[in-house]
């Protein structure tokens, strides 16, 4: 943004990448959010967050449809294409807030996502452990230009699995996340899992749980334990994020990228 000291820039000395939409009413809105962003390789790498209305016929959860996208910055400009699904929103309080993607800090083509619907096909995540729908991790790796494969995370909870982030240095890199239930920025009853891995070696990765209670009258209580958490038996889908139709609507209706307000931007060749 500047500086030091600097004045602040004016926004039209900025470069729009993703253009919202103002609707008759707020719920009608099309807003977009950063969730993650980090220099890798000397170049900005990130994710966003497009919140938008429920299309007609839709398998809705919640009351706004969120999704994903991957950013980018090359040398011929901003890439920014869709990535995956998000679902409904975080809480009922907070309608633009998805649960959050992670960007791996060391590897421009690896994200963490948490959504409550499939990252693919859109479908909700009905928990086989309770029949409830909840929030799930899931691993994306970019393995094209506009294609991404997922390996579940975690699966049939009975906690939300929200808010993953993503710290890698030197030979080691973890993975935390929120698990539990979250119905506002100050009513939580959440613990924080961390699952650590050691880059090149075999052995399966450990982790620690930390569990925080929070509620609106400010009780909190804290406990720490040691345990491996839960994952889904490995099962990777591919998806081409170019293509519409399914699920709950086309993923790449709209205009998203805007470089200087001159339309769409077509992405070169995958960067890495």
């Known amino acids: 943004m500047g500086t030091v000291g600097a004045g602040a820039p004016l926004p039209r000395d900025l470069l729009r990448l993703a253009v919202g939409v103002v609707g008759a009413t707020e719920a009608d809105d099309t807003d977009m959010w950063l969730s993650d962003l980090h220099v890798i390789d000397r170049r900005p790498t990130g994710i966003l967050v497009r919140r938008d209305p429920w299309p007609p016929g839709a398998n809705a ?27 409904g929103e975080l809480c009922p309080t907070q309608p633009d807030y998805a649960a959050l993607g992670a960007q791996d800090p060391s590897l421009a083509t690896r994200v963490v996502v ?35 494969t997922w390996q579940a995370i975690t699966a049939d909870s009975v906690d939300d699995n929200v808010r993953p982030v993503i710290a890698a240095g030197g030979t080691t890199k973890s993975l935390a996340w929120m698990r539990g239930r979250y119905w506002s920025w100050t009513d939580a ?64 209706d709209g205009a998203v990228v805007d470089p200087a307000g001159q339309g769409a931007e077509r992405a070169p060749a995958v960067a890495t």
Request: glycine fraction near 10%.
């Open 189 to 252: 009853a959440t613990r924080i899992v961390v699952r650590q891995a050691v880059v090149g070696s075999t052995d399966p990765p450990t982790s620690t749980s930390t569990s925080t209670s929070t509620t609106s009258t400010s009780t909190t209580s804290t406990s720490t334990t040691t345990s491996l958490p839960p994952t889904s038996t490995p099962s990777t889908t591919t998806s081409t994020t170019a293509a519409s139709g399914g699920g709950p609507g086309p993923i790449d």
């Open 114 to 148: 948490s959504t409550n619907v499939h990252p693919v096909t859109g479908m909700p995540l009905t928990s086989l452990a309770d029949g409830k729908v909840h929030f799930e991790l899931f691993e994306g790796t970019r393995v094209g230009e506009g294609s991404w």
């Open 61 to 87: 959860v919640g009351a706004y449809r969120h999704r994903y996208f991957w950013v980018r910055q090359r040398s011929t400009g901003w890439v920014v294409e869709p990535l995956c699904w998000a679902g």
